[in-house]
């Protein structure tokens, strides 16, 4: 049994039976007659299916909203903008797609050379709660657009997130059975990568389950896509603006109720503007308001389950039992639900969990430099290389940054975020491959040399 349970009080709001093998097989075997019609679709009329789908999501986008916030708990304000976002990935693949996917010439001498883009067939996509829709429409809005289809396993604690995703394709006008939520748990997916039908894998999730699908994947040789955890740094250096620095350190550390892999975790700060610029973020971390996500001043609202709340506390109190300072925070707030009160850590030793493992909740560590070789050195001193942003106005320190911080993305004075325009993915333990921009509608395709003498 799958159950929709609401993360602010704990209370179950519906239960759903989880799929069985049968069951599976058949959505399967529909899938596939789905696809080998899809494939053949001329990329105008997959684009047009694609505006209609935005035109839902910008509509309803309320409606929408309210479903993410009473599943898995961000403010009700987030989760209508992320709503409208998956707009924006459905609208850039319906603009650019058939550009991106033409037949590419290549210069090879006497005769004919050029790339052909086709697709592979139905791509399993294993998703994660925290960003319920746009997890999802970053996938498959180029997916789809390519000519696959989609097959979506997504967290068991949003099934009707991806109930309704699965509605909203339809109504898009998307053949049926082209794009299928499959409501199973995560002992289901290895059946499913083992199954000849399905031909890819794309995954956002923990470093674990990346692991998981990765091997079970490569003993079928399937190709994989990898989006996995983070521990991203935001340097500030002399030269930064402070006030701009601190107010968007604090927003970049408690996007999503701190629960993205992009947030910024680790906050490295120049010695000679740590003072001003800790008093700044933690004067903002201190007054953010904590309570009911769907009340619309809410800025933080509760942590997706009890689980991960009890992470979170153990890595808070095993970092200050190691030695890191506990500046404020750092305890369960005593409401109903899953609530933890914006924290902020600094000097943790390097081999606490604070400085090494990924903190999913408001929880952010401050850590002191004397220089930019030092600062790099300490943002890289991390399992993980997704994202990385860093704040200084001396263009020669800006070229070092993109230069030598290991991640997959580097914002210079800004926060980092997703951008249906911008190829998004990490390195080192973050994973590999890159969804979004020309890059992420490539990565499900044969890239198919072709050569006419």
Not at 131 to 155: I, T
Not at 233 to 262: H, K, W, Y
Not at 408 to 433: E, H
Request: aromatic share 8%; proline share 6%.
């Amino acid at each position: 049994m799958i159950a929709s349970i609401n993360p602010a009080n704990g209370k179950i709001m519906r239960t759903f039976p989880a799929l069985t093998d049968a069951e599976i097989d058949a959505r399967l075997g529909r899938s596939v007659s789905a696809w080998r019609a899809w494939r053949n679709t001329p990329l105008g009329e997959r684009a047009r299916c694609l505006l209609a789908a935005a035109d839902i999501l910008e509509n309803e986008r309320d409606r929408f909203g309210r479903l993410m916030t009473l599943e898995m708990g961000k403010p009700l304000t987030a989760a209508r903008a992320e709503a409208a976002k998956c707009a924006t990935a459905c609208r850039y693949y319906a603009e650019y797609g058939e550009r991106l996917l033409a037949d590419e010439p290549i210069d090879a001498g006497a005769g004919q050379s050029y790339l052909r883009y086709q697709p592979l067939g139905p791509v399993l996509a294993v998703m994660p709660w925290n960003f319920p829709f746009w997890q999802v429409f970053r996938f498959a809005a180029p997916a789809l657009m390519a000519g696959n289809a989609g097959l979506l396993k997504h967290a068991s604690n949003v099934p009707g997130c991806a109930l309704v995703i699965e509605q909203i394709m339809s109504r898009a006008g998307f053949p049926p059975d082209l794009f299928q939520s499959l409501l199973i748990g995560s002992d289901q997916v290895a059946r499913l990568i083992d199954d000849p039908r399905v031909k890819a894998v794309s995954l956002t999730g923990s470093e674990a389950a990346g692991v998981e699908v990765a091997a079970q994947a490569g003993r079928q040789i399937k190709k994989t896509v990898l989006e996995l955890g983070g521990s991203d740094p935001f340097i500030v250096m002399p030269s930064a603006d402070l006030d701009r620095a601190a107010s968007v350190a604090v927003e970049a550390r408690t996007i999503n109720n701190g629960q993205s892999c992009i947030a910024a975790k680790r906050f490295i700060v120049h010695g000679s503007v740590a003072g001003a610029f800790a008093a700044r973020f933690i004067n903002a971390m201190m007054a953010l308001k904590v309570g009911d996500p769907m009340e619309e001043s809410t800025q933080i609202g509760p942590l997706a389950t009890p689980a991960i709340l009890e992470d979170l506390d153990r890595q808070v109190r095993r970092s200050v039992e190691m030695g890191a300072q506990l500046l404020f925070g750092g305890h369960r707030l005593d409401l109903p639900g899953n609530y933890y009160a914006p924290t902020v850590l600094a000097d943790a030793p390097p081999e606490s969990p604070a400085y090494r493992e990924e903190l999913f909740g408001p929880v952010a560590l401050l850590m002191h430099t004397d220089g930019i070789d030092d600062a790099i050195r300490l943002a890289n001193d991390t399992a993980f290389g997704l994202g990385a942003s860093a704040w200084t106005a001396d263009p020669f320190e800006q070229n070092q940054f993109i230069d030598e911080l290991e991640a997959g993305m580097v914002f210079i004075n800004g926060m980092v975020a997703s951008d249906a325009r911008l190829p998004f993915g990490g390195v080192k333990r973050s994973g590999y491959g890159r969804e979004l921009s020309a890059w992420g509608i490539r990565e499900f395709v044969n890239v198919k040399t072709v050569r006419i003498a």
